[in-house]
């Protein structure tokens, strides 16, 4: 437990991670991956029932995360599709659903939903793993990444929505598979053969959704973007932070991404 | 494989070829070495074994897993999994003309590179590799390689090949797309091909093992399950399959895939390695981290549980094939329960488990004992000497020849024994005996009965009484009864010079009592005349001379003695014996009576010596005949008969009884008869030889 200290902000609630795992049913005609595979089952859904989520992506998986107050509504929305399991002490056991629908918000008069300003830096990304016992041969490399960079200063008075380059750094651990999101200057200081990204090298570039610190409370912020993002079947990593979220789309593909957006947002106004 | 513990594999097809990788391939020729010196760049594995290092591969230094090439192949071809996904063939040699040259070198990268847990090659088509790798959020994790593939790489995929083999200029083809894609989402931990059908893939995926048919991929078998680590197919029953997770190995079987068959006892530490021995059925090995012993499960003689409840049993055993912690050991492909070790620092070491030894001993003295897959027979050796025989082989063997089941002419039980033993001889022939003889008293007395029947019934009791139960008793009862009614006779030897008198003394008891003895046959008939045909017919000369003269026969003795000099197989010495008789005379103080009573004992023969005892002797007084051991007992007892008179007799034959009784000796049969005496006779002859055969079908007469 970190001791709670004057610089740390925490959010108020508990949230509880889900993923979706392959049944090993034959891969559905699409070749996206990522939020934009889960977009219409899960994300849409959830939306519509206002529950507010977080996405996770890693190198390995997609998580989601949803409040645990929220977590009957959440199993009654996906229950129609989807077969779902508890994991107790590594055993995977079923969930049922009960009709009950006690304590559901009542639907709110629907109301439109904010459309947050994107942001699309120039940054080029890549998306890496490491294997785990390489790790201490680049953790001072990467204490020094996360610790010690300097961010340019900003410039007085310059608007912050035109920054041409965002710095972005994730590392994640979980369950002892490692997965780094970093910008392709970084990845130059690291030694190569121990990064371990796709083999084509892809890279990826990034949307920054949210002018303003987002908040936790408000819903259907990944689904405006996955929605159109699914429509036009490209992936996406998608992650949320504390303050925005990101998407990560390939590189081929920003193009064609902020012209949807741009769309969406000059027919939302 | 963590990436500082060295792990063995064993050549498939090379007997004495073996690999130790960590962070190069290093290949070791085994050899037996039983010389103590050790040859230059030799290391010792065990005190027969050495291993030579033929070569070193440094090619691959992020290698994760390895799997060798099926077929055979002087090169050594294998197929290394690194850390990046990447799965390259390589070989150990450095033939450069070998078939598989265009393979070496040859590179199979995934989509998006992460760690290669496992490698494994079909067993049956050697084109098919299976790696199996960690889970990647767009990406299978389990992908089949065909290495002869010389698939053209897509344009698209041509710029990254450029970029790959920038690096590398001597790099075979680079091939980037698998012939299967399985597993999506899912981290690939275990690999196995199941031996009963090319195309069926055992996988340990992170939650549970999956059975991947690569004829239809769209379907697979899968059970939730931890153990999902090492899977290992039971080379002999291909139904068989051990995994594990930490410290627990789980059996399964195939058939019946929804939980284990089976769970072994978990260890405290995680497990490493668990690996079926190849050469013997149903033997498990397991090797634990940080362990100097290796646990062996033998499964070979479980029963099949019945009902869900039972378990099969395992026997459980640990060896330790070194002192040091083991870091790996392979199982050697054809040498039974032997292998080879691995320490952390790479010392090496060649064990062999030994097998338990299990004994069986045979009914008959022969032993059996089996030891792995050596069966060996014991037998006793040595000379059959007959008396020295167990009686336990005795029996048996006399069981063999039916003895005992010859309940008709009863005295032919003793030659089904060998005719060997004397006093069997004796036993079967008083039996005999007394059964003819009852049958003759019984016949008699139920005809005088019918005969009677008219007459009054005071009349039955003056009839004799029925000798038949008589003859049961013995010749004890019989001279017991006797008493009163003996008639003296004074008889003189025919054929002698001069009239002697010997007193002979005469009963129908007595008489009874001889023909029990043999002499006589049935009847009144005093006649020795047959038994003494009977004697010459079986060359015992000896003994019918002696009967002969005891009939106070000189003449017949000597003609006899004569007879058996001349015979084939007749001792010429009976012919001076018969000169020494024919000098008899009945002076007491003669000279032939000295020298004969001193003597005789020099004689070997002792019917020879009770004759001269005989003649020798004053009458009344016939120890020296009486007391003669190695005659048989019955001759004694008729000559007892003949010539003691009541008190002596009973005397003699009360003595000779208990002496029969305490010895155990069979031939007293003959005085007690089949009564308590006769009992507690066979009692003391049982202790003392352990015979129940002979007393069991003796007390069943």
Same mark, same amino acid.
């Given at each position: 437990?970190?001791?709670?200290?004057?610089?740390?902000?925490?959010?108020?609630?508990?949230?509880?991670?889900?993923?979706v795992?392959?049944?090993?049913?034959a891969?559905?005609?699409?070749?996206?991956?990522?939020?934009?595979?889960?977009?219409?089952?899960?994300?849409?859904?959830?939306?519509?029932?206002?529950?507010s989520?977080?996405?996770? $992506?890693?190198?390995?998986?997609?998580? =989601? !995360?949803?409040?645990?107050? *929220?977590?009957?509504?959440? #199993?009654? +929305?996906?229950?129609?599709?989807?077969?779902?399991?508890?994991?107790?002490?590594?055993e995977c056991?079923?969930?049922?659903?009960?009709d009950?629908?006690?304590g559901?918000?009542?639907?709110?008069?629907?109301?439109?939903?904010?459309?947050?300003?994107?942001? $699309?830096p120039?940054?080029?990304?890549? =998306? !890496?793993t490491?294997?785990? *016992?390489?790790?201490?041969? #680049?953790? +001072?490399m990467?204490?020094?990444?996360?610790?010690?960079?300097?961010?340019?200063?900003?410039?007085?008075?310059?608007?912050?929505q035109?920054?041409?380059?965002?710095?972005?750094?994730a590392?994640?651990?979980?369950?002892?598979?490692?997965?780094?999101?970093?910008?392709?200057?970084?990845?130059?200081?690291?030694p190569?053969?121990?990064l371990?990204?796709?083999?084509?090298?892809?890279?990826?570039?990034?949307?920054?959704?949210?002018?303003?610190?987002?908040?936790?409370?408000?819903?259907?912020?990944?689904?405006?973007?996955a929605?159109p993002?699914?429509?036009?079947?490209?992936?996406?990593?998608?992650?949320?932070t504390?303050?925005?979220?990101?998407?990560l789309?390939?590189?081929?593909?920003?193009?064609?991404?902020?012209?949807?957006?741009?769309?969406?947002?000059?027919?939302?106004? | 494989?963590?990436?500082?513990k060295p792990?063995?594999?064993?050549?498939p097809?090379?007997?004495?070829?073996?690999?130790?990788?960590?962070?190069?391939?290093?290949?070791?020729?085994?050899?037996?070495?039983?010389?103590?010196?050790?040859?230059?760049?030799?290391?010792?594995?065990?005190?027969?074994?050495?291993?030579?290092?033929?070569?070193?591969?440094?090619?691959?230094?992020?290698?994760?897993?390895?799997?060798?090439?099926?077929?055979?192949?002087?090169?050594?071809?294998?197929?290394?999994?690194?850390?990046?996904?990447?799965?390259?063939?390589?070989?150990?040699?450095?033939?450069?003309?070998?078939?598989?040259?265009?393979?070496i070198?040859?590179?199979?990268?995934?989509?998006h590179?992460?760690?290669?847990?496992?490698?494994?090659?079909?067993?049956?088509?050697?084109?098919?590799?299976?790696?199996?790798?960690?889970?990647?959020?767009?990406?299978?994790?389990?992908?089949?390689?065909?290495?002869?593939?010389?698939?053209?790489?897509?344009?698209?995929?041509?710029?990254?090949?450029?970029?790959?083999?920038?690096?590398?200029?001597?790099?075979?083809?680079v091939?980037?797309?698998?012939?299967?894609e399985?597993?999506?989402?899912?981290?690939?931990?275990?690999?196995?091909?199941?031996?009963?059908?090319?195309?069926?893939?055992?996988?340990?995926?992170?939650?549970?093992?999956?059975?991947?048919?690569?004829?239809?991929?769209?379907?697979?078998?899968?059970?939730?399950?931890?153990?999902?680590q090492?899977v290992?197919?039971?080379?002999?029953?291909?139904?068989?399959?051990?995994?594990?997770?930490?410290?627990?190995?789980?059996?399964?079987?195939?058939?019946?895939?929804?939980?284990?068959?089976?769970?072994?006892?978990?260890?405290?530490?995680?497990?490493?390695?668990?690996?079926?021995?190849?050469?013997?059925?149903?033997?498990?090995?397991?090797?634990?981290?940080?362990?100097?012993?290796?646990?062996?499960?033998?499964?070979?003689?479980?029963?099949?549980?019945?009902?869900?409840?039972?378990?099969?049993?395992?026997?459980e055993?640990?060896?330790?094939p070194?002192?040091?912690y083991?870091?790996?050991?392979?199982?050697?492909?054809?040498?039974?329960?032997?292998?080879?070790v691995?320490?952390?620092?790479?010392?090496?070491?060649?064990?062999?488990?030994?097998?338990?030894?299990?004994?069986?001993?045979?009914?008959?003295?022969?032993?059996?004992?089996?030891?792995?897959?050596?069966?060996?027979?014991?037998?006793e050796?040595?000379?059959?000497?007959?008396?020295?025989?167990?009686?336990?082989?005795k029996?048996?063997?006399?069981a063999?020849?039916?003895?005992?089941?010859?309940?008709?002419?009863?005295?032919?039980?003793?030659?089904?024994?060998?005719?060997?033993?004397?006093q069997?001889?004796?036993?079967?022939?008083?039996?005999?005996?007394?059964?003819?003889?009852?049958?003759?008293y019984?016949?008699?007395?139920?005809?005088?009965?019918?005969?009677?029947?008219?007459?009054t019934?005071d009349?039955?009791?003056?009839?004799?009484?029925?000798?038949?139960?008589?003859?049961?008793?013995?010749?004890?009862?019989?001279?017991?009864s006797?008493?009163?009614?003996?008639?003296?006779?004074?008889?003189?030897?025919?054929?002698?010079?001069?009239?002697?008198?010997?007193?002979?003394y005469?009963?129908e008891?007595?008489?009874?009592?001889?023909?029990?003895?043999?002499?006589?046959?049935?009847?009144?008939?005093?006649?020795?005349?047959?038994?003494?045909?009977?004697?010459?017919?079986?060359?015992?000369?000896?003994?019918?001379?002696?009967?002969?003269?005891?009939?106070?026969?000189?003449?017949?003795?000597?003609?006899?003695?004569?007879?058996?000099?001349?015979?084939?197989?007749?001792?010429?010495?009976?012919?001076?014996?018969?000169?020494?008789?024919?000098?008899?005379?009945?002076?007491?103080?003669?000279?032939?009576?000295?020298?004969?009573?001193?003597?005789?004992?020099?004689?070997?023969?002792?019917?020879?010596?009770?004759?001269?005892?005989?003649?020798?002797?004053?009458?009344?007084?016939?120890?020296?005949?009486?007391?003669?051991?190695?005659?048989?007992?019955r001759?004694?007892?008729?000559?007892?008969?003949?010539?003691?008179?009541?008190?002596?007799?009973?005397?003699?034959?009360?003595?000779?009884?208990?002496?029969?009784?305490?010895?155990?000796?069979?031939?007293?049969?003959?005085?007690?008869?089949?009564?308590?005496?006769?009992?507690?006779?066979m009692?003391?002859?049982?202790?003392?030889?352990?015979?129940?055969?002979?007393?069991?079908?003796?007390?069943?007469?």
């Amino acid at each position: 437990e970190l001791p709670p200290s004057e610089f740390m902000q925490v959010a108020d609630s508990t949230w509880l991670v889900l993923s979706v795992v392959s049944n090993g049913r034959a891969p559905s005609g699409s070749q996206a991956t990522g939020v934009t595979k889960i977009a219409r089952s899960v994300i849409a859904p959830l939306a519509e029932h206002h529950v507010s989520v977080l996405m996770l $992506s890693t190198y390995q998986t997609d998580f =989601i !995360l949803v409040r645990e107050r *929220d977590l009957p509504v959440v #199993i009654h +929305t996906l229950a129609g599709e989807f077969d779902i399991y508890k994991e107790e002490s590594g055993e995977c056991v079923p969930v049922t659903c009960d009709d009950a629908s006690n304590g559901f918000l009542k639907d709110k008069p629907a109301t439109s939903p904010t459309l947050h300003p994107v942001q $699309s830096p120039q940054t080029r990304f890549c =998306i !890496l793993t490491v294997a785990p *016992d390489t790790l201490p041969a #680049i953790a +001072t490399m990467l204490i020094d990444v996360l610790f010690y960079s300097h961010s340019p200063p900003r410039e007085a008075g310059a608007s912050s929505q035109d920054l041409d380059s965002i710095t972005f750094f994730a590392f994640s651990l979980i369950e002892g598979y490692i997965s780094i999101v970093m910008d392709a200057e970084t990845q130059k200081r690291f030694p190569s053969d121990l990064l371990l990204t796709s083999s084509t090298g892809e890279l990826w570039r990034m949307v920054r959704i949210g002018g303003q610190p987002l908040g936790f409370d408000e819903c259907g912020i990944v689904a405006q973007i996955a929605e159109p993002l699914a429509a036009a079947d490209i992936s996406a990593y998608y992650i949320s932070t504390f303050n925005f979220d990101h998407a990560l789309v390939p590189e081929e593909g920003i193009a064609e991404v902020i012209q949807l957006l741009q769309q969406r947002q000059d027919s939302g106004r | 494989m963590s990436g500082s513990k060295p792990d063995i594999l064993w050549a498939p097809h090379h007997v004495d070829r073996f690999v130790v990788c960590d962070s190069e391939l290093s290949l070791y020729h085994i050899d037996s070495a039983v010389s103590s010196e050790l040859k230059a760049g030799s290391l010792r594995l065990s005190e027969e074994t050495t291993a030579t290092l033929l070569s070193i591969n440094s090619d691959t230094p992020y290698m994760k897993c390895v799997a060798w090439y099926p077929k055979y192949d002087p090169e050594c071809l294998l197929a290394v999994g690194q850390a990046n996904g990447r799965v390259v063939l390589t070989s150990l040699g450095q033939d450069h003309n070998s078939k598989c040259k265009d393979l070496i070198g040859k590179e199979f990268v995934p989509k998006h590179a992460r760690q290669c847990n496992t490698l494994a090659w079909n067993p049956l088509d050697s084109n098919w590799l299976a790696a199996g790798l960690d889970k990647h959020r767009a990406d299978f994790s389990v992908l089949i390689w065909d290495i002869s593939s010389k698939y053209a790489p897509e344009t698209a995929v041509a710029a990254e090949k450029v970029r790959l083999s920038a690096g590398d200029p001597e790099a075979g083809l680079v091939v980037t797309k698998p012939l299967y894609e399985l597993g999506q989402n899912d981290a690939c931990l275990s690999l196995c091909w199941l031996p009963r059908d090319q195309k069926l893939l055992l996988a340990g995926m992170h939650r549970n093992l999956a059975i991947f048919d690569l004829r239809n991929t769209s379907q697979k078998i899968f059970v939730n399950t931890k153990a999902v680590q090492g899977v290992t197919v039971d080379p002999y029953f291909h139904d068989r399959v051990a995994s594990f997770y930490e410290g627990q190995v789980a059996i399964w079987d195939l058939r019946k895939f929804e939980k284990p068959v089976l769970t072994l006892t978990e260890q405290p530490k995680p497990l490493t390695k668990v690996a079926w021995c190849p050469t013997r059925t149903g033997l498990l090995a397991t090797l634990t981290r940080d362990s100097n012993i290796i646990r062996l499960y033998d499964m070979q003689h479980t029963p099949t549980p019945i009902g869900d409840e039972t378990e099969p049993t395992i026997i459980e055993r640990s060896v330790q094939p070194c002192e040091n912690y083991i870091a790996s050991f392979a199982w050697h492909p054809t040498s039974q329960n032997r292998m080879v070790v691995v320490t952390p620092n790479r010392t090496m070491s060649d064990f062999t488990v030994f097998e338990r030894i299990s004994l069986a001993w045979s009914p008959v003295t022969s032993l059996m004992w089996a030891c792995g897959r050596h069966l060996y027979e014991c037998t006793e050796e040595g000379k059959a000497n007959s008396l020295e025989k167990d009686i336990a082989t005795k029996m048996r063997l006399r069981a063999l020849s039916r003895y005992g089941l010859d309940t008709e002419q009863v005295w032919r039980n003793h030659l089904l024994a060998g005719n060997e033993d004397p006093q069997l001889k004796s036993l079967w022939y008083t039996l005999h005996y007394i059964l003819c003889l009852t049958a003759i008293y019984s016949l008699n007395f139920l005809y005088m009965k019918i005969l009677m029947k008219q007459y009054t019934e005071d009349m039955d009791q003056k009839l004799t009484g029925n000798k038949g139960p008589l003859v049961y008793a013995g010749i004890k009862s019989i001279v017991k009864s006797s008493l009163g009614t003996t008639e003296n006779l004074r008889h003189s030897r025919s054929g002698s010079d001069r009239q002697a008198d010997i007193i002979q003394y005469l009963s129908e008891e007595r008489s009874l009592a001889l023909q029990l003895c043999g002499w006589i046959k049935k009847g009144t008939d005093l006649d020795v005349e047959p038994f003494l045909n009977s004697l010459e017919q079986e060359g015992d000369w000896e003994r019918a001379a002696a009967v002969a003269l005891f009939n106070l026969d000189i003449r017949r003795a000597i003609q006899i003695l004569n007879k058996g000099a001349s015979s084939g197989k007749g001792d010429l010495n009976l012919n001076v014996v018969a000169m020494a008789l024919s000098g008899y005379t009945d002076e007491k103080n003669s000279l032939w009576r000295e020298m004969c009573s001193t003597l005789r004992l020099q004689l070997n023969n002792p019917y020879l010596c009770a004759m001269f005892a005989f003649l020798t002797s004053e009458s009344g007084s016939y120890d020296g005949v009486l007391y003669e051991n190695n005659v048989a007992v019955r001759d004694r007892v008729a000559f007892a008969c003949k010539f003691l008179n009541d008190a002596q007799l009973n005397r003699f034959i009360e003595k000779l009884t208990n002496e029969m009784k305490d010895a155990g000796n069979l031939e007293g049969i003959l005085l007690t008869g089949l009564t308590k005496d006769g009992v507690d006779l066979m009692e003391s002859y049982v202790d003392r030889t352990g015979d129940v055969q002979t007393a069991s079908y003796c007390m069943l007469q």
